[in-house]
């Protein structure tokens, strides 16, 4: 059937606009490209240079203070059962690039968060971007970053900080506005700042919220990361990318395992951390 | 000059409220403001004066907008229109730096529902106010720990507000308040969320903490009971308008209106009413007078006792029926059957404190000032008239110009 209007030529203008900033601001790619490629390789010199029992000891440690007993327990047995596997190398690349995407989720999001409480307008603007932002399906992400970071760990990474970066955001600015305004204005009719007041109230009473944002973006990260591995990012994802195009279905379990283990481990860590501290 | 001066201050709450303002220049009530604009009268036109070391008493129903009228004074609320000199400078025309340094010196507020900070100790929320001056933290804990002591706080630093009973709570607003000694004390509804007990307690130690401290505080409360018992001045409010000021006798004896009069018609009277609002106009009688002239000067009168007194009014005793028509039979002078042991009480006892006296006494009570001088008296009947409304009016705006006088 004809259509009653010729087709809009959306597909052409987005590559117009995208070739447009290419053009414009290669520098500026090229920064970016170095500091995340600086950051995540940082983070893979650090976890896979130490020998792996280093790492299961000062992990354990960390689950344990951030949780229970049983979650240090856990973490302990689920990274052994990675390493006897072989899945040691890779896990530990896909924990440098969850690092990475969700350090910067952190970074960008909390203060895009806190503007969001500080103004109505600014939430106004935010709130549908960060609505697209995450229903967009995450494989679309990969094609602009390809083309601006090329292919690799860099444009897994970005892909994976735009998926996982909203529910930062999201949580920052609910937890800030949920401080009861009696508190506020006791805040205020003390003369605090600005700053004071976000920094001594906003900031310490919406930490619960915020911490269960920041958890999701690294839940998040995760799952993107996995998803990145398409493009040439490398970690856990590529060997479950492997096993499913060559249909190598144990391989696949064991790979999967390995991220299933590493995406509860995060998820206590992270959620032990906002718990903590209220003895 | 008065601690703070209020001039025409005025909120209107909505969009574009200057567009309203005409109307409440026009004496229109909040109701039809409402219909023709849509915008809310918040305050309308308050004026006031309140003078160092008073407690001010804003009282109205809920709605009535003192709440609103106490977030105008320290720009909590930004006002439509008017003025508040706060030791003669306006501080509606100051920018945020100016208005930060007044709130951070000179305005301390109490809230309703305490707005204490959960995630920090006792002493770090009455250090608060100290902290956000960047005060170093030894001088601050240490004034904020004697602003505790002096709530009866202390040995409870290192507490969290949520391990604390409502009463508590409510003491470490107040001492957070205070430990920044500042002149002015803003409490909105500050005792309204305790129980009656823990209130009346709190209601105490307030007026105490001020026979010592005499800071100049701004109370809002719906209570009327509260406010007559700690107001040294009140003024009522009704849909954002202040309808009547004055001192907690004048607000009971001479209400300015039908709404004054409705609002303290419900008060327990009892503990407002003194004994100069009840009392009658003494019979008396000189001791150089006979026994006839008394008898005769009880049935003229329709008494059956007569209290003497000497030529400057000094209480000397009492005279009964029985005993004079005694002392004529025998001939004896009035001195002789004079009764010495007279009830008596000061003209500002309250109604609640005579009770038992009145009650149980043959004879009115008598009302005597300084030096004994007898004043009036009290009948049984005069306390249950003053109880049900009926008051001296003379008496008790004698006493009040007299007050002034004092001050």
Not at chain 1, 182 to 204: C, H, M, N, R
Not at chain 2, 58 to 66: A, Q
């Amino acid at each position: 059937m004809d259509q009653l209007f010729p087709k809009l030529p959306l597909d052409s203008w987005v590559e117009t606009i995208v070739d447009g900033l290419d053009e414009h601001l290669g520098f500026l790619f090229d920064f970016i490209s170095t500091c995340i490629g600086g950051m995540v390789d940082f983070f893979q010199l650090i976890l896979t240079g130490l020998p792996f029992w280093v790492i299961i000891i000062l992990l354990t440690l960390l689950a344990y203070r951030a949780g229970k007993l049983s979650i240090a327990l856990f973490t302990f047995i689920g990274l052994l059962l990675i390493q006897n596997l072989g899945y040691w190398e890779h896990s530990m690349e896909t924990l440098a690039l969850v690092l990475t995407a969700g350090l910067i989720s952190i970074i960008i999001g909390i203060p895009v968060g806190i503007w969001c409480a500080k103004s109505d307008s600014v939430q106004k603007v935010v709130t549908p971007l960060l609505d697209f932002m995450q229903t967009m399906p995450a494989f679309v992400y990969l094609i602009p970053a390809i083309f601006f970071f090329g292919l690799g760990k860099v444009p897994g990474v970005i892909a994976s900080v735009i998926f996982a970066m909203p529910p930062t955001i999201r949580l920052t600015n609910l937890g800030i506005r949920q401080v009861p305004a009696d508190l506020i204005e006791a805040t205020e009719a003390f003369g605090s700042t600005y700053w004071q007041k976000l920094t001594k109230v906003q900031l310490p009473i919406a930490k619960t919220t915020i911490m269960a944002g920041i958890n999701q973006s690294i839940m998040l990260a995760l799952s993107m990361v996995v998803i990145a591995s398409m493009i040439g990012a490398k970690g856990l994802g590529a060997d479950v990318y492997r096993a499913v195009t060559q249909i190598k279905i144990g391989e696949g379990f064991e790979a999967g395992l390995a991220i299933v283990i590493m995406a509860i481990l995060l998820d206590r860590i992270t959620q032990g951390v906002g718990k903590r501290k209220k003895a | 000059m008065p601690k703070i001066k209020v001039e025409n201050l005025t909120k209107i709450f909505g969009r574009q409220p200057q567009r309203a303002l005409p109307y409440v220049k026009q004496g229109k009530t909040k109701q039809e403001i409402l219909k023709e604009t849509g915008l809310t009268l918040g305050v309308n036109q308050a004026s006031f004066e309140v003078h160092a070391g008073e407690i001010f008493v804003i009282m109205g129903l809920s709605g009535s907008g003192k709440s609103t009228l106490v977030r105008l004074l320290n720009r909590l609320i930004e006002p439509t229109e008017g003025r508040i000199l706060i030791d003669g400078t306006d501080i509606v025309s100051m920018n945020t730096e100016q208005l930060q340094q007044v709130r951070r010196k000179k305005l301390g507020m109490v809230f309703q529902k305490f707005a204490l900070f959960p995630h920090r100790t006792v002493l770090e929320n009455a250090a608060y106010g100290l902290e956000i001056q960047g005060i170093p933290k030894a001088e601050r804990e240490a004034k904020a720990k004697a602003s505790l002591a002096l709530v009866g706080l202390a040995g409870w630093e290192a507490s969290y507000p949520e391990q604390l009973s409502g009463g508590m709570q409510q003491r470490v607003g107040l001492a957070r308040a205070l430990a920044n000694e500042p002149d002015v004390l803003l409490m909105d509804e500050a005792f309204s969320a305790l129980d009656p007990l823990i209130r009346k307690d709190m209601q105490d130690e307030l007026l105490e903490l001020q026979s010592t401290m005499q800071k100049t505080i701004i109370f809002i409360t719906h209570d009327l009971d509260e406010a007559l018992k700690i107001g040294d001045r009140i003024a009522l409010m009704k849909d954002g308008a202040i309808v009547q000021i004055g001192t907690p006798e004048e607000i009971m004896t001479n209400p300015a209106n039908e709404y004054v009069e409705r609002f303290v018609e419900d008060v327990d009277r009892s503990k407002v009413l003194s004994a100069e609002n009840v009392m009658k106009r003494a019979e008396t009688i000189t001791l150089d007078k006979g026994p006839r002239v008394a008898l005769q000067m009880m049935r003229d009168r329709g008494v059956s006792s007569l209290y003497v007194v000497d030529k400057k009014k000094t209480l000397l005793g009492v005279l009964t029926a029985d005993a004079v028509s005694e002392a004529k039979e025998q001939g004896k002078s009035l001195e002789s059957v004079l009764r010495t042991e007279v009830p008596k009480v000061g003209p500002q006892t309250l109604l609640n404190e005579l009770f038992d006296l009145v009650a149980f006494s043959d004879i009115p009570v008598a009302v005597t000032g300084e030096q004994d001088r007898l004043l009036g008296v009290i009948v049984k009947g005069a306390v249950l008239g003053g109880l049900a409304g009926k008051v001296n009016q003379e008496s008790s705006l004698a006493a009040s110009e007299e007050r002034q006088v004092d001050a």
